[in-house]
T-cell receptor, first 111, second 112 residues
Framework: GEDVEQSLFLSVREGDSSVINCTYTDSSSTYLYWYKQEPGAGLQLLTYIFSNMDMKQDQRLTVLLNKKDKHLSLRIADTQTGDSAIYFC???????????FGTGTLLAVQP | SQTIHQWPATLVQPVGSPLSLECTVEGTSNPNLYWYRQAAGRGLQLLFYSVGIGQISSEVPQNLSASRPQDRQFILSSKKLLLSDSGFYLCAKRGGIQETQYFGPGTRLLVL
């Protein structure tokens, strides 16, 4: 089945760019997603990318997809303290009704 | 609308007591609904999903059960809680573009 992996922790300074990485195993994933979870809250859909795209930009967010290496990244430009949260990538796990989530990356933004 | 309501927001229960968590959703009819648990740490574990009224698929053997008595209502239950049932329970629905899942605000459960 699908397996999705992320690094556990990333620390950046306010104003810098953040890059959060994710690798997945199931090449049949149609869509790949990034979610943000602030402390004590549910998951908020940030952005998604369709599998036939290489890049998607949405304001400060840039998603890059390397299908050959099965690698997905989320770049946050001009990172703010309000971006501090856990970020999950997720992919659709093949012939199931289920999204498979990574373990989450905790982004800490230092003022 | 992708609005999802979860009730209660926080719950403290003794070991051995019953549990009922409720999730109600707005928007299109007959959505796919999901229950996840997020234990200390961070990973999301899919517990149950439902493709329609009365249709429940269980992902892992456990002390919990789920029911879907109405199209937009999904309930997570237990007859006797264990300490290991503590966690953050998230309800989600599938809507919008294909497999996109939208999440509710969650219920934090502490079993003592």
């Amino acid at each position: 089945g699908e397996d999705v992996e992320q690094s556990l922790f990333l620390s950046v300074r306010e104003g810098d760019s953040s890059v959060i990485n994710c690798t997945y195993t199931d090449s049949s994933s149609t869509y790949l997603y990034w979610y943000k979870q602030e402390p004590g809250a549910g998951l908020q859909l940030l952005t998604y990318i369709f599998s036939n795209m290489d890049m998607k930009q949405d304001q400060r967010l840039t998603v890059l997809l390397n299908k050959k290496d099965k690698h997905l990244s989320l770049r946050i430009a001009d990172t703010q303290t309000g971006d501090s949260a856990i970020y999950f990538c997720a992919g659709y796990g093949g012939a199931t009704n289920k999204l498979i989530f990574g373990t989450g990356t905790l982004l800490a933004v230092q003022p | 609308s992708q609005t999802i309501h979860q009730w209660p927001a926080t719950l403290v229960q003794p070991v051995g007591s019953p549990l009922s968590l409720e999730c109600t959703v707005e928007g299109t009819s007959n959505p796919n609904l999901y229950w996840y648990r997020q234990a200390a740490g961070r990973g999301l574990q899919l517990l149950f999903y439902s493709v329609g009224i009365g249709q429940i698929s269980s992902e892992v053997p456990q002390n919990l059960s789920a029911s879907r008595p109405q199209d937009r209502q999904f309930i997570l239950s237990s007859k006797k809680l264990l300490l290991s049932d503590s966690g953050f329970y998230l309800c989600a629905k599938r809507g919008g573009i294909q497999e996109t899942q939208y999440f509710g605000p969650g219920t934090r459960l502490l079993v003592l």
